[in-house]
């Protein structure tokens, strides 16, 4: 059998007889070859010539093989070098290879010596090939896969990943919908970081999470002594983000009087600091984020209809964990490859029967559930694969069946059956921190101004 045709050969030998010999000998076999009389000359070729293979010898008048070797090191870096050496120079050929050289075959040799090495030598770089081509073929799956520190292969993840890819080429106002915990505000930091405002400011806050008596000195800045307190001036985040992004996570949360103001911003692109009597020109893009309907709460009233239309300009919908169940178990192995860096485990991987009840769970929590998921059955695993009793789903959740009453499901109106379920959850997380709001917030991952306008509005009196 012969290797393959059209591969270039390069002999470097000061004896002619040995030059003429291999010659012939590879051609016979599909090489093209070039020959060269020593060291320089041969640099002289390989500085304007590309060669796949180069026979070398290293006793050479003028400029020998290690010389050459070292000499037009960084002509070749594709090329793979082969020295010949005489009884005697083993030591000098071993040390040929340390300086990069593929092999060595010893004087005087056989004719199949050389084909074997050869042969030996192409299938070497057949694997190197193979084994860059599968790296890239890996490294395009996982972009594909990917945006920002998101991970779905799911067609509706795709979809997500590329409208998101789109929204980062424009300056175009972004509401990003979905459920808590789908990740809304890495696809907002993935559009910042992908686009022209990357070098630029990215302050992400939770409308919900600041009293509302500050939200509009936190937002638009005061200036000295416009109120009790303010004793300094005081730049707004929409000031800090100037040049860049703002991230407003749950928008739903903001209240009536301040949503005029942003209003302002996204249309004047201008904002007034409290105790100013002019105003600011600012610089930024502003992405919405969401889990409430905003659309409903328009209608109803509950958010300015002209805000959600300006800020509606480009919705990405974010699907829940269960409507993409194909992507847990990549979901899976990336948040295994985190949690051994970050705990300094070893786990190889999740068995057969962990897998199908995270497939069967319905994840409320939706990824950052999985997330915690993995992170407990990592610390708590001490063998090399995750068993099924390291996952800390109950089978009645695992089943994808959550129990409903009766009550919440009378009648057919999905809205009042989501206030029932509201009602149900916060009385169930009061219960559990018995009575604690601060931390029944934290469980419901709302804020406190939200939470105790809803235990007002559904008349809980835990």
């Known amino acids: ?36 009389s020593d060291g320089y000359q041969a640099l002289q070729k390989v500085s304007s010539s590309q060669y796949d293979f180069v026979l070398c010898d290293l006793k050479m008048p003028n400029m020998g093989g290690m010389e050459f070797l070292k000499t037009a090191r960084d002509h070749l870096a594709a090329t793979t070098v082969i020295m010949m050496s005489a009884y005697g120079t083993i030591d000098s050929a071993i040390e040929a290879m340390k300086q990069g050289a593929y092999d060595y075959i010893s004087k005087p040799f056989k004719t199949d010596e050389v084909y074997l090495a050869l042969k030996k030598a192409e299938e070497r770089e057949s694997l190197k090939r193979e084994n860059f081509w599968l790296k890239e073929q890996i490294r395009s799956i996982q972009e594909s896969y990917t945006f920002a520190n998101m991970v779905g292969k799911s067609k509706p993840m795709q979809a997500v990943f590329k409208m998101s890819a789109k929204a980062a080429q424009y300056d175009t106002t972004v509401l ?36 509302e008596s500050l939200l509009e000195s936190e937002f638009f800045g005061h200036k000295k002594g416009s109120f009790t307190g303010a004793d300094r001036n005081k730049k707004g985040l929409f000031e800090e983000a100037d040049g860049g992004t703002i991230f407003l996570d749950e928008i739903g949360e903001l209240p009536l009087n301040l949503q005029v ?13 409290i105790g100013d009597s002019s105003t600011k020109t600012v610089d930024v893009r502003m992405i919405a984020a969401t889990a409430k309907n905003l659309e409903e709460e328009a209608k109803e009233g509950a958010f300015r209809q002209d ?16 409507e993409r169940t194909e992507d847990i178990p990549l979901l899976s192995r990336h948040f295994l490859n985190r949690y051994n860096k970050t705990l300094g485990k070893e786990i190889e991987g999740i068995s057969s029967e962990a897998m199908s009840i995270m497939l069967r769970h319905p994840w ?20 090399k694969i995750i068993p099924a009793e390291n996952v800390p789903i109950t089978p009645q959740a695992a089943a994808g069946c959550p129990t409903l009453s009766n009550e919440l499901m009378e009648g057919f109106s999905v809205k009042e059956a989501q206030k029932r379920l509201e009602k149900q959850l916060i009385i169930k997380a009061l219960t ?31």
């Open 432 to 462: 559990a921190t018995r009575g604690n709001r601060t931390k029944a917030t934290q469980l419901l991952e709302i804020s406190h101004p939200s939470l105790l306008s809803k235990i007002k509005a559904y008349n809980i009196s835990l």
């Open 364 to 383: 409320p929590g939706n990824v950052r559930e999985l997330e915690n998921v993995i992170e407990r059955a990592v610390i708590l695993s001490d063998e």
């Open 307 to 322: 805000l959600f239309y300006r800020l509606n300009v480009f919705p990405i919908t974010l699907p829940p964990l269960r």
């Open 261 to 273: 103001k942003f209003l302002r911003v996204l249309q004047e692109s201008e904002i007034r600091p």
């Open 176 to 211: 990003i919908l979905g459920e808590s915990g789908t990740g809304k505000e890495l696809i907002a930091k993935g559009i910042h970081y992908e686009g022209s405002r990357a070098q630029k400011p990215f302050i992400p806050i939770n409308c919900g999470g600041i009293p």
């Open 1 to 36: 059998m012969h290797l393959k045709p059209d591969k270039s050969l390069l002999i470097i030998d000061d004896e002619e007889n040995m030059r003429h010999m291999l010659t012939t000998l590879l051609t016979r076999f599909g090489y093209t070859v070039d020959t060269a």
